[in-house]
Nanobody
Framework: QVQLQESGGGSVQAGGSLRVSCAGS???????????MGWFRQAPGKEREGVAR???????????YYADSVKGRFTISQDNAKNTLYLQMNDLKPEDTAMYYC????????????????WGQGTQVTSPH
């Protein structure tokens, strides 16, 4: 069973940076030649939204999606030697405040959150006014 565990959340002033981590990427790499990992976020009273997702392949190909609201500010990456997926968040804004969830699924990247097989418990990111 693949288990994902987020860490690195916290409270950062607007304009600051955070890097959240997700342990479990090497498990996906071991089970699938092609898989999708990414991040969703959810703020109280708001619908869950996809932040970023990336298609990882055994041959080195890549395909990345970022929500328009985070393009140019957030970057997704992985380090399988450290069993970790990262989301680097720069120039944080109050609207980025949410619980951030690491997600994964074998195969190509789905569009719906419900189609991701694996979910972490989330890590809170807060950027106060």
């Amino acid at each position: 069973q693949v288990q994902l565990q987020e860490s690195g959340g916290g409270s950062v002033q607007a304009g600051g940076s955070l890097r959240v981590s997700c342990a479990g990427s090497s498990q996906m790499n071991s089970h699938y030649s092609r898989y999708c990992m990414g991040w969703f976020r959810q703020a109280p009273g708001k619908e869950r939204e996809g932040v970023a997702r990336h298609l990882f392949t055994s041959y080195g190909g890549s395909l990345t999606y970022y929500a328009d609201s985070v393009k140019g500010r957030f970057t997704i990456s992985q380090d399988n030697a450290k069993n970790t997926l990262y989301l680097q968040m720069n120039d944080l804004k109050p609207e980025d405040t949410a619980m951030y969830y690491c997600v994964a699924v074998g195969g190509t990247c789905p569009e719906r959150a419900a189609d991701f097989t694996y979910w972490g418990q989330g890590t809170q990111v807060t950027s106060p006014h």
